[in-house]
Every structure is written in structure tokens, then in C-alpha cells.
């Protein structure tokens, strides 16, 4: 995926990543965005995701460090946070030259809803997603009905056995650290 | 006879106080049952069990020396002991005061449920699954959720607190949910007790201020949530022992 230079909006750290997913549905941003998930234990898997917007809605998502595109580069983005996110915005004519790709596309509320766990955002997202991206003029089905029925980012997540093998263990440490912060035995 | 559970997730807005509320509800039909609102800094269980208007909460037995039978009410054929929304009150109290009042309250019933806080940030948010003998992760299919209730438990069993099961709520029907169900249960040493459907009637029985069982006892998340209850088997231990356990936590005097 070739995303050509945009022009950088906002660089900043975040815990979670549907913060920048609201930014860009609230400022209707056409452009992208990069995660660089900062867990230093899970950077073995290294690489970053850019999720693609137009006028503030999803079209586009692809992980760098595994080369998966659509559901399965959310599932890869999925990290325990904090991600550093930069958000550029970029003309039309831009993101029309990246061209059509199947393999990368994701519905309007997917990242909203699987990657973010935010319902409420992912329903806003697909208010604001044309009427052809909502509902498919041939069966009726929504993209992100369609999406169900392939592998969606939640089990792609599920699947990735080494991924929640380094979040349980980030997690214990974690929690044995903080035992001695605060004086657990 | 009593062993505590900690209802726990990692995320809000996944529904534990309404999960809290519903299977102390359905556990009561075999067992004494307290439920306690172990989340002081959104202490919110006070709303949905009609509340909101008591003096004394779990607040003034952790700052003021409040005794913790002053903040116990029989509501819905359980003991509910609400805490207060004050963020002063928050700021003052002791939450190590906690494990004492856990210790006195388990003298006095057989199923304890502690609502947990929505984040694993503090010392007084994951002290209730330090006190727990078991938790109950309460998750939604969706990767944030999933990941934070790994963390959960993580932190529960870094402790030696046990996992009793999984609580899928607030469940879409879109959300292929039996198959990621099953894939999750792979990751976890607790089975799924039940998927619970998202639902009006959860919303509106927060609205009316009462517990969804007593609210909609036959909407299908009641039912979901009975299922749930159904699959926990509490164990029978000695109070007394039990009471010990909380008064010899590895929970220090002083903040």
C-alpha cells in the first residue's frame, strides 16, 4: 500500500485508539492515519497500521510488520496501547491514487466498533458513510454484514496465539511490579 | 459458608453493575447474597438499585468510621452496600478499610459479589480481585474488551484469585459470537457462564432505577443472566476461615 505524504495534522500518544478514529469522524477528515503500537514486549511483531478516511469514515486498513490488509491488519493493530498516532490529511485526488484494494478495505464501523470497542462511534461512523458503502444496492446486506461473514477482526485477534501470549505476560509483570508498588505480597 | 467473587472487566461500559445486580439477583433465590459496590471512584450501583438517596454508603465506613451496618439496605432479597458519588469523599477514603469491611460482611452471608472498578490504574481499583476468591469477567466480543479482560486475569491470578467464568454481555446478534465464545475460552481458565443479548430493557431498567431481574425478570437478558448464575458453583467454606483470609490479606495498613 502506497500512501503518498500528507500534511501532518496532529502527532501525539494516545492510550487507546479510538480517540484519533473520533477526531478524524469529527473533523470529516479525508487523509490517514498511522498507529505505532509503543509495547515495547510485543515489537517483536514490529511495524505500524494506517487506516485511510474519507470525509471522516474508515475505508482502508493495512499493518506494516505482518503485510495484512482489512479486518486482519485491525486485529494486528490491536495491541494493550499506548499507541503513537499521527494524523495527516490529504487532497482527493491523493487518496483516489491509492487506488481500489480489495484486500484492504473494512467496513465504515469496524474499527469503531472492533478495534475501539465504542458502539456508540462506530453507529455515528456509519451515519456519516455514503449511502453506498452503507448498504449494498445488489442484496441489501451492509459492508459490515458482508464483513461477517469472512473472518472478522475480533477472531483474526483471537487467532493470533503468540499476540495474547505477550499481552498475558506484559500482564503479569505488570501486576507483580505493582504488588510491590503497593505492597501486595 | 461464603466465598466472594470480584465482577470484573478492565473497560467500562461493559455492563458490570447491571451483571452485578443480575446474578445476585439469581444466586439469591439459593443463597444469602451482598453485593457491594467495590467501585469508588464510579461508585454507580446506588442508581440501578433505587438508591440514590441513602445517607450512609460504603463512603462513610471509609472516612468517616462509619459502621458498615449503616450502609447495608435489603433491597431485592439481597444486602446491597452502595458507595457514594462524592469525589472528596473518594480522595479521603482508605481503601485498604476495605478488606476489614469485606471480612465483617462475609461473616454474615454466603455469596459476595464486589463490582469492580472499570480499569486496573490503582490500588483501590484492584484491591476488590486482590480480596476476591474468584472473579467473574464480565467482556463484549470486541478486541479492546477481550484484551483487557486478559489483563483481569492476569492480575487475578497473579494474586492467587481464582477466574469462575466469562460473561459475554451486551452480546449483537451480527457478532458471530458462539464461535469467538469458544475461541476465547481457549485463552481463559474460566468457561462462559452465558452471552447476554444486548438489550433495551438493561437500559431501561437503569432509567427506573432497578435491577434488570426485578425491572424485566423474563426479558431475554434476565434469562441470559439466570443461565449465568446457574453455572457458577459457589463453594462452601467456613466463615470463619473466610473471615480470616480478609483480615490476614496481603493488603498493608497504610496507603
Same mark, same amino acid.
Given at each position: 500500500m502506497n500512501v503518498p505524504e500528507g500534511t501532518l495534522l496532529k502527532s501525539r500518544v494516545v492510550e487507546r485508539p479510538r480517540d484519533p478514529l473520533a477526531v478524524a469522524l469529527d473533523r470529516s477528515l479525508t487523509g490517514y492515519a498511522v498507529f505505532e503500537p509503543q509495547e515495547a514486549l510485543l515489537l517483536d511483531a514490529g511495524g505500524c497500521g494506517i487506516i485511510t478516511f474519507r470525509d471522516g469514515v474508515p475505508e482502508l486498513a493495512y499493518y506494516t510488520g505482518t503485510d495484512r490488509g482489512g479486518p486482519r491488519a485491525l486485529a494486528d493493530l490491536a495491541m494493550p496501547g499506548p499507541y503513537h498516532v499521527e494524523l495527516y490529511r490529504l487532497a482527493r485526488a491523493e487518496l483516489a491514487s491509492i487506488g481500489e484494494h480489495d484486500g484492504l478495505a473494512i467496513p465504515p464501523g469496524m474499527a469503531a466498533e472492533r478495534l475501539a470497542g465504542d458502539p456508540a462511534l462506530a453507529s455515528s461512523t456509519r451515519r456519516a458513510a455514503p449511502a453506498a458503502r452503507r448498504t449494498d444496492a445488489t442484496d441489501g446486506e451492509t459492508d459490515d454484514e458482508r464483513a461477517d461473514a469472512e473472518p472478522g477482526a475480533v477472531e483474526a485477534f483471537l487467532a493470533d496465539e503468540e499476540k495474547i501470549d505477550a499481552i498475558k505476560t506484559q500482564a503479569r509483570t505488570e501486576a507483580q511490579r505493582r504488588a510491590e508498588e503497593w505492597g501486595f505480597e | 459458608?461464603?466465598?466472594?467473587?470480584?465482577?470484573?472487566? &478492565?473497560?467500562?461500559?461493559?455492563?458490570? /453493575?447491571?451483571?452485578? !445486580?443480575? !446474578?445476585?439477583?439469581?444466586?439469591?433465590?439459593?443463597?444469602?447474597? @451482598?453485593?457491594?459496590?467495590?467501585?469508588?471512584?464510579?461508585?454507580?450501583?446506588?442508581?440501578?438499585? &433505587?438508591?440514590?438517596?441513602?445517607?450512609? /454508603?460504603?463512603?462513610?465506613?471509609?472516612?468517616?468510621?462509619?459502621?458498615?451496618?449503616?450502609?447495608? #439496605? +435489603?433491597?431485592?432479597?439481597?444486602?446491597?452496600?452502595?458507595?457514594?458519588?462524592? !469525589?472528596?469523599?473518594?480522595?479521603?477514603?482508605?481503601? @485498604?478499610?476495605?478488606?476489614?469491611?469485606?471480612?465483617?460482611?462475609?461473616?454474615? /452471608?454466603?455469596?459476595?459479589? !464486589?463490582?469492580?472498578?472499570?480499569?486496573?490504574?490503582?490500588?483501590?481499583?484492584?484491591?476488590?480481585?486482590?480480596?476476591?476468591?474468584?472473579?467473574?469477567?464480565?467482556?463484549?466480543?470486541?478486541?479492546?474488551?477481550?484484551?483487557?479482560?486478559?489483563?483481569?486475569?492476569? #492480575?487475578?491470578?497473579?494474586?492467587?484469585?481464582?477466574?469462575?467464568?466469562?460473561?459475554?454481555?451486551?452480546?449483537?446478534? +451480527?457478532?458471530?459470537?458462539?464461535?469467538?465464545?469458544?475461541?476465547?475460552?481457549?485463552?481463559?481458565?474460566?468457561?462462559?457462564?452465558? @452471552?447476554?443479548?444486548?438489550?433495551?430493557?438493561?437500559?431501561?431498567?437503569?432509567?427506573?432505577?432497578?435491577?434488570?431481574?426485578?425491572?424485566?425478570?423474563?426479558?431475554?437478558?434476565?434469562?441470559?443472566?439466570?443461565?449465568?448464575?446457574?453455572?457458577?458453583?459457589?463453594?462452601?467454606? &467456613?466463615?470463619?476461615a473466610v473471615a480470616d483470609r480478609f483480615r490476614s490479606a496481603v493488603v498493608p495498613d497504610s496507603p
Amino acid at each position: 500500500m502506497n500512501v503518498p505524504e500528507g500534511t501532518l495534522l496532529k502527532s501525539r500518544v494516545v492510550e487507546r485508539p479510538r480517540d484519533p478514529l473520533a477526531v478524524a469522524l469529527d473533523r470529516s477528515l479525508t487523509g490517514y492515519a498511522v498507529f505505532e503500537p509503543q509495547e515495547a514486549l510485543l515489537l517483536d511483531a514490529g511495524g505500524c497500521g494506517i487506516i485511510t478516511f474519507r470525509d471522516g469514515v474508515p475505508e482502508l486498513a493495512y499493518y506494516t510488520g505482518t503485510d495484512r490488509g482489512g479486518p486482519r491488519a485491525l486485529a494486528d493493530l490491536a495491541m494493550p496501547g499506548p499507541y503513537h498516532v499521527e494524523l495527516y490529511r490529504l487532497a482527493r485526488a491523493e487518496l483516489a491514487s491509492i487506488g481500489e484494494h480489495d484486500g484492504l478495505a473494512i467496513p465504515p464501523g469496524m474499527a469503531a466498533e472492533r478495534l475501539a470497542g465504542d458502539p456508540a462511534l462506530a453507529s455515528s461512523t456509519r451515519r456519516a458513510a455514503p449511502a453506498a458503502r452503507r448498504t449494498d444496492a445488489t442484496d441489501g446486506e451492509t459492508d459490515d454484514e458482508r464483513a461477517d461473514a469472512e473472518p472478522g477482526a475480533v477472531e483474526a485477534f483471537l487467532a493470533d496465539e503468540e499476540k495474547i501470549d505477550a499481552i498475558k505476560t506484559q500482564a503479569r509483570t505488570e501486576a507483580q511490579r505493582r504488588a510491590e508498588e503497593w505492597g501486595f505480597e | 459458608m461464603v466465598e466472594a467473587f470480584a465482577v470484573a472487566s &478492565g473497560k467500562g461500559g461493559t455492563g458490570k /453493575t447491571t451483571s452485578t !445486580l443480575a !446474578l445476585g439477583m439469581a444466586l439469591s433465590e439459593e443463597h444469602d447474597v @451482598t453485593v457491594v459496590d467495590a467501585d469508588m471512584g464510579m461508585a454507580n450501583m446506588l442508581f440501578h438499585a &433505587g438508591l440514590s438517596d441513602v445517607e450512609t /454508603t460504603l463512603h462513610d465506613v471509609l472516612t468517616a468510621d462509619a459502621p458498615v451496618a449503616a450502609a447495608t #439496605y +435489603d433491597r431485592f432479597d439481597m444486602t446491597v452496600v452502595p458507595c457514594g458519588t462524592s !469525589l472528596d469523599d473518594f480522595r479521603d477514603a482508605d481503601p @485498604t478499610r476495605l478488606r476489614e469491611v469485606v471480612a465483617q460482611l462475609a461473616a454474615d /452471608t454466603d455469596v459476595l459479589l !464486589l463490582d469492580s472498578a472499570a480499569a486496573l490504574d490503582s490500588r483501590s481499583a484492584v484491591l476488590p480481585i486482590v480480596l476476591a476468591d474468584r472473579v467473574i469477567v464480565v467482556l463484549q466480543p470486541t478486541i479492546p474488551a477481550l484484551s483487557d479482560a486478559l489483563k483481569v486475569q492476569e #492480575y487475578a491470578t497473579s494474586y492467587d484469585t481464582g477466574v469462575a467464568g466469562l460473561l459475554f454481555n451486551k452480546v449483537h446478534d +451480527d457478532d458471530a459470537i458462539d464461535e469467538i465464545a469458544t475461541k476465547t475460552e481457549q485463552y481463559f481458565d474460566g468457561s462462559t457462564l452465558s @452471552t447476554v443479548p444486548d438489550s433495551e430493557a438493561a437500559r431501561e431498567a437503569r432509567r427506573a432505577g432497578r435491577p434488570l431481574l426485578a425491572h424485566a425478570p423474563s426479558s431475554p437478558p434476565a434469562e441470559s443472566f439466570r443461565q449465568a448464575a446457574a453455572r457458577i458453583d459457589v463453594r462452601n467454606r &467456613g466463615s470463619e476461615a473466610v473471615a480470616d483470609r480478609f483480615r490476614s490479606a496481603v493488603v498493608p495498613d497504610s496507603p
